[in-house]
């Protein structure tokens, strides 16, 4: 769980990192608002897909024009829309070579990052298999008592608690089972889908502020350099 967890928080670092390199490097506010945007969506993309959500979170949806949410909509891997559309975008931006290299790995490894989640997903124990080890366990539990009552193990007002108790050990072990198997519903990917959010709307804000800091001390060295 703690690994699977990690992975998310991996990605949204990368999905942070990606969204400073563009703010960075791309110079054409249309462009690096539409970078913005469809980053956003990102991580409500991967919660959609990994959640087997029927519709896109309405926060997200919101963030993309008419246009753009009909062909996420239309398609059967929204993350896939996405990336495709960062790349589109990254290669719009004309940017130099090096740069271009730099934010294409950063991209590379969000999209493995999206796709490590979506393996975990798949890679479940398959439900018919599931179904019959819950049977199993309910049957056990079922005839426990009648066991418990022939093998004649002491006074009998220890036969209940002792048959309650070992039941609910099995049954909870079984749905931990269950739930490290799919362990997303338990996380809060609301939560982190939303602070994605919030962290990118600051970048530019940040980015902003450290320039025209920048721009007063080297205003300053020359002051200073002139006296």
């Known amino acids: 769980m703690e690994g699977r967890s990690r992975r998310l928080w991996e ?13 960075s490097y791309i110079e054409d506010p249309e462009l690096l608002g539409a970078y913005r945007r469809f980053l956003s969506v990102y991580p409500f993309a991967v919660k959609q897909a990994v959640l087997d959500e029927p519709e896109l979170d309405p926060k997200a949806a919101a963030m993309l024009l008419p246009k753009e949410l009909a062909v996420y909509q239309q398609s059967k891997k929204g993350i896939q829309v996405i990336m495709t559309k960062l790349n589109l975008l990254s290669n719009a931006a004309q940017l130099n070579t090096a740069r271009m290299l730099a934010m294409e790995a950063t991209v590379v490894e969000l999209w493995a990052n999206a796709g490590t989640c979506i393996s975990i997903k798949g890679q479940a124990l398959p439900y018919g298999l599931s179904l019959i080890s819950l049977g199993f366990v309910q049957i056990w539990c079922t005839l426990l008592p009648l066991a418990l009552n022939n093998a004649d193990p002491g006074p009998e007002f220890i036969r209940l608690p002792a048959t309650a108790l070992i039941t609910l050990v099995l049954l909870g072990v079984d749905e931990v089972a269950t739930q490290l198997e799919q362990p997303f ?5 609301d939560f982190l889908s939303n602070a994605c959010m919030a962290d990118i709307g600051r970048v530019e804000q940040e980015a902003a502020e450290l320039e025209d800091h920048i721009s007063c001390t080297r205003s300053g060295h ?3 350099s002139l006296e």
Not at 11 to 23: D, E, G
Not at 185 to 189: H, V
């Open 11 to 23: 990605m949204l670092f990368t999905q942070y990192f990606l969204y400073s390199q563009a703010v």
């Open 185 to 189: 519903p338990m996380l809060p990917l």
């Open 222 to 224: 020359v002051k200073h």
